[in-house]
């Protein structure tokens, strides 16, 4: 374990719409860093939630799983409030844009890219399926990955939408999160965390299940 490295977790509360529906949903959002920096894992909703965790902090960086609306609803309110760049991978620029055409995001993300924060280190593995440009963000020296809405306790996010893929979603789960040691902390984007222990058994059961 990295020294002095805390994740905070706080839910927020909104909706979620997409194809002409709407949705009351409740958010994870995850603030990984120190007493000094941190970098802020998603921004659904509400950004008061989000700046009472980070405090004083510096936030080095506003990292995006995905840009489905009700995970990027505060993410130009929390860039203001912080000055820290927002990361979304570009196959979402899509998505992002239906929220915010007026605004892009500050960088892209690419599968493999590291973010450094309190001495330790996120990698950006794209996950695909629940949306094109879906990214888990593992921590290894704290054994969890942040897998926003690829990976939940119970199965894989939902694939019945526009722009999202069952065997995208599979594909994802099992080479890129499953490979993971099993006591891999699952940190979700809605929901109770898992491991990825308890989840990998349950893989072929999801295929038969389906989307």
């Avoid at 965790?53 to 929390?78: E, P, S, Y």
């Avoid at 440009?133 to 290894?140: M, P």
Wanted: glycine share 10%; proline share 6%; with cysteine.
């Amino acid at each position: 374990m990295a020294g002095n490295v805390r994740i905070d977790n706080a839910v927020t509360s909104g909706t979620f719409s997409l194809d002409g529906g709407t949705w009351d949903v409740d958010n994870n959002v995850w603030v990984v860093g120190n007493d000094t920096e941190c970098v802020i894992i998603d921004a659904p909703h509400d950004v008061g939630p989000i700046l009472e965790m980070v405090g004083v902090r510096t936030v080095t960086a506003i990292l995006l799983t995905h840009a489905h609306d009700d995970h990027i609803g505060a993410a130009l309110q929390l860039r203001e409030s912080t000055a820290a760049p927002i990361y979304l991978h570009p196959d979402d620029r899509m998505l992002w844009d239906r929220v915010n055409p007026d605004s892009a995001p500050d960088h892209e993300v690419a599968d493999q890219d590291t973010f450094d924060v309190a001495g330790t280190q996120l990698t950006a593995i794209h996950t695909p399926g629940h949306s094109p440009g879906s990214v888990s963000y593992y921590l290894q020296s704290e054994e969890t990955v942040f897998t926003g809405d690829t990976l939940f306790q119970g199965g894989p996010g939902a694939t019945g939408r526009s722009y999202s893929d069952f065997p995208t979603i599979i594909e994802s789960i099992k080479y890129r999160l499953l490979v993971l040691p099993a006591e891999t902390v699952v940190r979700t984007g809605h929901g109770d965390s898992t491991t990825i222990g308890d989840e990998a058994p349950n893989l072929d059961e999801w295929i038969a299940r389906g989307s």
